[in-house]
């Protein structure tokens, strides 16, 4: 009998699976842009665990281990950015990178009263801009970042589920 994936919140013992995780994802972002210098490739295991302090963060696990993460948080307009949605190589292409962006959409809506989402990607990051279109998210802005990287911002507005009490109604 296979382990399902399940989606909870990170807690600080998550801390050093998720920087691994992230470290082994990123690896194809910097191979697309010439770039081992982003960010997430170079985050220490302290500021991650300073992340966990802040805002919301998620991840999914199979059994034990750590398989995907979100971060995300809200600011004082309402606007909520998320960022990292990392989902382990052998998990790819399986429909949980889209459960990871939900389940942080609707927590951030819901306990912290999100009204927009927004997230970034990198320009020649396909696989990405195909996921956050298909969820809905809508391109707004490009910033130039370098002369290999232009960062592509996408948006969403938070909108009330109308199938979010469909077991409650019955059907003949």
Do not use: F, W
Request: charged share 25%; aromatic share 4%; net charge neutral.
């Amino acid at each position: 009998m296979g382990m399902s994936v399940t989606i909870s919140a990170a807690t600080e013992h998550d801390a050093e699976q998720i920087l691994k995780l992230q470290y082994l994802c990123y690896q194809s972002e910097a191979a697309l842009y010439g770039d081992y210098t982003l960010e997430p490739l170079t985050q220490s295991l302290d500021a991650l665990r300073a992340e966990l302090g802040r805002g919301c963060v998620l991840v999914a696990r199979l059994g034990e281990e750590v398989v995907g993460s979100v971060r995300g948080t809200v600011d004082g307009d309402g606007t909520a950015g998320i960022a990292h949605l990392i989902v382990h190589p052998r998990m790819q292409r399986h429909g949980l990178g889209g459960r990871l962006l939900r389940a942080i959409e609707q927590r951030l809506s819901g306990e912290l009263e999100a009204k927009r989402y927004r997230l970034l990607t990198g320009h020649r990051s396909e696989g990405n801009l195909r996921l956050y279109r298909r969820c809905g998210y809508a391109p707004v802005s490009t910033e130039q970042i370098s002369r290999k990287l232009s960062m592509v911002t996408l948006e969403k507005t938070v909108t009330l589920e109308k199938d979010v009490v469909p077991d409650l109604v019955a059907s003949a």
